[in-house]
């Protein structure tokens, strides 16, 4: 039962695929039957020579025979192949397409606590380990049960029950080494599969931070711990291959053990003239082909207890479910207005009992230009984050266009904002690709006009293959710079309705940035746009300037206001007007 319940995700894609299934397991019963008819015609065969009235035409006969008998066990083991193994592929393809969906529903703060090794390894081992129980392992379980059960009836009725009673005497023992053994591997393979997501999540996250590694000359010390959580994986794995090492042997010693029995006692048999030297050659054939399903038995423990494990650790990700409801269609508004109201807000992240944000109260009117400023830790980013819903906030703290932020569509809401991050992330695709991230369908044109208003465009341009090239994991292969006005260029072809800005522009000079801010005020005339900065150059020209500090409002006004009052603001002011004047010294 606990088996069926970890398996019952795939209920849905079973009940559509059983067609193949019940035709696959049909021509695997004929493919079994077909090769049990062998070893009778064996016996007649070795019978007919025994009497001495074996000619010519019973050698055509028997030949002829044997060829059909083949072809048709090619043909059907065809059939059984396609349907099962393929049923198989396709549910690994369709349940990784699931596990895919599933973890983009998945909220940010779940994956701030789960490594991407250990999901790269859901994605990769733990789906094979399913295929595989719901292939392979199928096979062998209608091998076992089938085969075995019609051979035991061949055996028993057409040659002789006594032999075949005594013949199985080794088999009570061998299945219970079989559960027993099923239990311990079952264990064991769940280990071993944490054990490679830790692997993966080492080598991934260390491929990633290569150039920080050799930065700081740290490769002699990621080699030693690389080697360390892969001598733990080798040292998981060597605990399950020394199962394997014994359970295939013990299986096969208690096989063997019914060989003995049935020589010793059968041939005694022969001898007393209770059965013909075809029966005792036909039994043996038998016993032969008795010998695997047997085994399959613990093949079909051991694939199902892997799949189940693998099934289970899946099972624990899909339990997994967003904080973030979205309302779908049923959100109350289609599109966004600009308007923005803070409301009291106080939110502090699920893990932490210590507000982030205290007392948020402020209106951002449409077609505004609102600047944000605070050192380090204030609490900027995670204001930009709630105002795109990656976390929740209480019901009335933060409201758009006069609707709770929890009762508009996820889809309407972030279609509206164009969002750039302080870690401007690109992916490995062509600069094209990147800027027209949001999938508007834009032509060329429209991507290059984006392009220089985020001026980025005479970088671009420059490269080899212009609008084609293929930037490198992450963007790695530009500069911070480049990335960032790439980033604000895919941003702004979305044409949303509000702007958000998180510190997106440290990495280019000021002149840029003027230009960058003079484009956006001549563009986005009505849309609301909210800045990030911790320079005061970029905020001064802003409709009102918010000043965080842990958590709290401090200070807000426009710039003349600002400067003009004791704070911090004030004080970066004069700090950043200091630097400037002795840099144009310098």
């Not at 006594?162 to 393979?189: D, E, K, N, S, Y």
């Not at 032969?288 to 694939?303: D, H, K, R, S, Y």
């Not at 800045?531 to 905020?539: A, D, G, K, M, P």
């Amino acid at each position: 039962m606990n088996i069926i319940r970890s398996f019952l995700r795939l209920k849905d894609f079973l009940s559509q695929h059983k067609r193949y299934y019940i035709l696959g397991i049909g021509a695997l019963l004929l493919t079994n039957l077909a090769q049990l008819v062998i070893p009778k015609m064996l016996g007649n065969l070795t019978n007919l020579v025994a009497s001495g009235e074996f000619s010519r035409g019973d050698l055509l006969r028997f030949i002829l025979g044997f060829i059909g008998l083949s072809v048709g066990i090619a043909v059907f083991r065809y059939f059984w192949r396609i349907n099962i193994m393929g049923t198989a592929r396709r549910m690994e393809y369709t349940l990784r397409n699931m596990l895919f969906e599933h973890l983009q529903s998945l909220s940010t703060e779940f994956f701030n606590y789960h490594k991407t090794g250990d999901l790269m390894a859901h994605a990769t081992n733990d789906i094979h380990a399913v295929r595989m129980a719901l292939g392979p392992g199928v096979v062998n379980s209608v091998d076992a049960l089938f085969l075995t059960s019609v051979i035991v009836f061949m055996m028993a009725r057409t040659i002789n029950l006594q032999l075949t009673l005594v013949a199985l005497l080794p088999l009570p023992i061998m299945l219970a080494v079989t559960f027993g053994f099923g239990r311990v591997i079952h264990g064991r393979f769940r280990r071993v599969q944490e054990a490679f997501s830790d692997l993966t999540d080492r080598v991934q996250e260390n491929f990633a931070g290569i150039r920080v590694i050799k930065g700081f000359a740290r490769e002699k010390s990621e080699e030693d711990r690389f080697r360390e959580v892969n001598e733990y994986n080798v040292t998981r794995n060597m605990d399950l291959v020394r199962i394997h090492a014994l359970f295939h042997p013990l299986v096969g010693y208690l096989g063997a053990l019914s060989f003995i029995i049935v020589l010793g006692y059968g041939g005694t048999l022969v001898l007393d003239g209770s059965i013909t030297i075809g029966d005792f050659v036909a039994f043996n054939s038998y016993l032969g082909m008795l010998t695997w399903p047997v085994m399959a038995i613990g093949w079909v423990m051991n694939m199902i207890q892997r799949g189940k494990a693998s099934m289970d650790r899946l099972n624990d990700i899909f339990n997994e479910q967003s904080e973030i409801i979205d309302p779908g269609e049923e959100g109350m508004l289609p599109k966004l207005a600009g308007k923005i109201e803070f409301n009291n807000l106080t939110f502090a992240y699920p893990t932490s009992t210590k507000p982030v944000l205290q007392g948020i109260s402020g209106e951002i009117m449409p077609g505004q230009v609102v600047g944000i400023l605070g050192r380090t830790g204030s609490g900027k980013t995670t204001l930009l984050n709630l105002l795109v819903r990656l976390y929740n906030v209480e019901p009335g703290m933060l409201k758009l266009d006069g609707v709770d932020i929890d009762q508009i569509s996820v889809q309407v809401l972030r279609d509206n904002i164009g969002y750039v991050p302080q870690d401007s992330f690109l992916f490995s695709a062509t600069i094209r690709e990147n800027i027209d991230f949001a999938n508007t369908a834009s032509d060329l044109a429209k991507v290059m006009d984006y392009a220089k208003i985020a001026q980025v465009y005479d970088n671009i341009v420059e490269f080899p293959k212009q609008f084609d090239t293929v930037v490198g994991e992450r963007g790695v292969t530009l500069s911070g710079g480049q990335k960032q006005r790439i980033a604000i260029a895919r941003a702004l072809i979305k044409e949303p309705q509000i702007l958000i800005m998180d510190d997106s522009l440290s990495a280019v000079d000021t002149e840029t940035e003027e230009a960058i801010l003079q484009n956006l005020r001549r563009i986005f005339p009505g849309k609301t746009v909210i800045i990030v900065s911790h320079r005061i150059s970029t905020l001064q020209a802003a409709n009102q300037i918010l000043v965080l500090e842990e958590g709290h409002i401090t200070q807000r006004g426009t710039h003349d206001e600002l400067v003009l009052e004791d704070g911090l603001y004030k004080e970066l002011y004069q700090k950043q007007l200091l630097e400037e004047q002795i840099e144009s010294v310098s």
